[in-house]
């Protein structure tokens, strides 16, 4: 019979055996020996896995797993299976694995491209790849593709005189086509009359112009909810650009406008429509009486008193009122010889030298290139203006320059005469800055003498230059003949605070 002592170590014997088999726990093999067991009814029992250390417990006793030893395998299984979906891409990408494929610059892939190369192929790959992360490949943009063929096309050459670049605004307007909506007729026919010369001359210009705003007052309504003094000045505004683009405004239509638009801000709003526009009817026939027509008569009587008898009086081009004052003389009994130097190509002196010759006044008509033979004969040079400048400068038709200046070399007085209204306090050193150019082909020649420049646009190099003004310097001109008196060209903006603020 058995003893308890010869039970007990048999049961003990038999734990042992079996835990001496290899127990995998989490991927991990360990042994128990006899040792480890004291309690002879304990069973072992696997554990779940976790972080840390792994625990295996048998007959009240457990094992420790160092964490650096599950940290490691799990690290190495984690590569294990990057390395396999590495793998898997790889062949799903590339079709043959035997045949690597250069990693290529964006320097290279732009070339390819050139060459016809697909910009999206994805066997392309950028230069870095962060490592443990998969990036896409930018994305290179090819290069335009170069035909061999391509016709280059010659650069067309422009008519435009580089120095008077700035000049060149838009085209100047021949026609009432694309004109607003808001543009009364009277000023559609006033900007065709301007732009094809049919009303030429400073004051003329400025004359019509304010006629014709004068029809724009008379036929104006003001709408509900407004009022006459704020509508009416941008009512004016649409009016005005159109002028501007069939010719650009002269100094006297500047301050005349200006003038007007003070007038009309004046108003009180609380006055009847009607009494408004009467009142600014009847102001616009003051100025234009005022500061035109009888300044003109001021000037050509005091300008004809510097005519004596046997004189001879060459003037420039033409204008309204030196050729009211050669009238004025020649109605006082003086008797005289004038002299009409012209240029192309308005020939503006034509028309002077036929209402001269017409009257009865002995008239020698000449151009330009002939400046210097007829000046021989006079014995004062009289110039009309398109406008005098704030530094005593003269601003009138191109040509007048030449003439002032071959009358300072031979001693030969040049007296200008100018209306106020044509004073500007804005200064010209020369005519390059500020000047108007017209159409170049005013130039051409008409009728069968004009084969010479025909097809001027065609030909390479040719530019043809049509400015219409030039500067006059101050010390070539001795006398200006205004309204207010006989003054140097220094007196000009003295006179010109007196007419603005009176």
Sequence with gaps: MATFQDISQKSTDTVAAKTDEALTINGTSAKLTNGDVTNP????KPQPKAKGNTTVESAGASEEISGAVLKKRAKDEKAARRAQEKQAKSQAILPDLKTPRKVETLAEVGRKGSAGAPSGDPTV?????PTGSTQKAIPARPAQPQTTN???????????????GHLYNQPRRTTIAAAGKDVHPAILALGLQMSNYVICGSNARCVATLLAFKRVIESYVTPPQNSLPRHL????SPQIEYLVSCRPLSVSMGNAIRWLKLEINDVDPDTEESKAKADLCEGIDNFIRERITVAD?????????????????LTFAKSSIVQQ???EAYRKGIRFRVIVVDSRPLFEGKHLARALANLGLEVQYSLTHAIDHVMKDATKVFLGAHAMMSNGRLFSRI???????MAKEADIPVIVCCESIKFTDKVALDSIVSNEVAPPDELLLQGESATALKAWRDSPNLQLLNLMYDVTPAAYINMVVTEYGSLPPSSVPVVHRLSTDG
């Design 41 to 44: 009814a304990a069973t072992v």
């Design 125 to 129: 790959k950028g230069h870095h790849k």
């Design 150 to 164: 391509q016709t280059v096309q010659p650069k067309k050459d422009s008519k435009n005189v580089a120095l008077f």
């Design 233 to 236: 000045t941008s009512h004016l």
């Design 297 to 313: 008569q001021v000037i050509s009587n005091s300008a004809a008193e510097k005519i004596q008898d046997g004189d001879v009086i």
């Design 325 to 327: 004052t050669l009238v």
């Design 399 to 405: 040509g007048t320059a030449i003439v002032a200046m």
